[in-house]
């Protein structure tokens, strides 16, 4: 698949529009530095060759405000926040001059969890909470996009084979709803089945690909192809067309859906930078964002 010309250079462009006077990224035009647009940026520009000069200067600003402990939280104020490490360590992927940063935020995630207990037997909750993921905040439970997103990071970063992914491959398909699909995180509830959402589906769906067998998850491709093509904002197709490309199941209409997706734009106003991002990522990337890099 390829994006079209116009369509490339604009979402190009339009991210840089949001390069703020530090050299990080803003999440829209004129608001202020962001961690995880500036990891997102990075790896989008990195993708598609963009302007090196700039790339370095948003590392540079990316790395600024790692802790000592390795975490990028989504601002200097916020350190329990530290979901944005995992997209950092994807962000720092390919740079040598930056390969202690990414090693210290490598084994702040390893170190992490979220908080975890022995399911009980009378527990409203079907899914088995004492299995380790990674959670979007400090002390809370691990759910299920920040997991897969920190098992793609530490794939990326050569520890595809560590305890820690093997878990969090486990808590994964525990979380996977009988009729196929993630959420959030939680699959039955007092008895009842609950909703899948695309986006959830997705990044669980592209942090296992190549781990596991396309029979353990062949219920959620099935749901995630069909799913697709009625899909109308940038995540949720951003991430199933990711998953999707992953497993090797095309899709067709891929260029035509990125395209209407972005022209959306006109009715509902610019997309963040980690929408852009997202959009362009399954069309310049056929492994997506399953990059590997030998530690």
């Not at 093997?166 to 699909?181: C, K, S, V, W, Y």
């Not at 899948?196 to 942090?207: I, M």
């Not at 062949?218 to 799913?227: A, F, H, I, N, R």
């Not at 734009?265 to 959009?279: A, F, K, M, N, V």
Request: net charge positive.
């Amino acid at each position: 698949m390829s994006l079209s010309s116009p369509a490339l250079t604009y979402v190009e462009t339009e991210l840089l529009t949001r390069v703020c006077t530090d050299g990080g990224f803003s999440n829209r035009r004129g608001d202020s530095y962001r961690a995880d647009a500036t990891a997102w940026a990075i790896i989008a520009l990195s993708s598609i060759d963009a302007d090196r000069k700039c790339i370095q200067s948003a590392i540079a600003r990316l790395t600024a405000d790692q802790w000592d402990d390795g975490r990028i939280g989504i601002s200097r104020g916020h350190a329990e926040a530290f979901w944005p490490t995992s997209l950092a360590i994807l962000a720092l992927l390919g740079s040598p001059g930056y390969s202690e940063n990414r090693a210290r935020s490598t084994r702040f995630l390893l170190e992490t969890t979220g908080r975890h207990w022995k399911k009980l037997a009378h527990d409203p909750m079907a899914h088995n909470p004492a299995l380790k993921g990674w959670p979007w905040i400090a002390e809370t439970h691990s759910w299920v996009e920040p997991t897969a997103i920190s098992m793609i990071a530490l794939r990326g970063a050569g520890y595809g084979g560590h305890p820690r992914i093997e878990e969090a491959t486990r808590m994964l398909l525990d979380r996977q709803l009988p009729h196929g699909g993630w959420n959030c995180g939680n699959t039955i509830v007092f008895g009842k089945e609950l909703r899948p959402a695309p986006e959830s589906t997705g990044t669980a769906l592209h942090a296992l690909a190549g781990l596991i067998r396309r029979e353990d998850v062949q219920v959620s491709l099935d749901y995630l192809s069909k799913e697709v093509m009625r899909l109308r904002t940038p995540i949720a197709l951003g991430w199933s067309l990711l998953a999707l490309n992953s497993w090797g199941v095309p899709v067709p209409d891929a260029p035509r859906l990125i395209t209407n997706c972005l022209k959306r734009q006109e009715r509902y106003g610019p997309y963040d930078t980690t929408s852009l991002c997202l959009l362009v990522l399954p069309l310049v990337s056929p492994a997506g964002l399953l990059r590997s890099e030998v530690v």
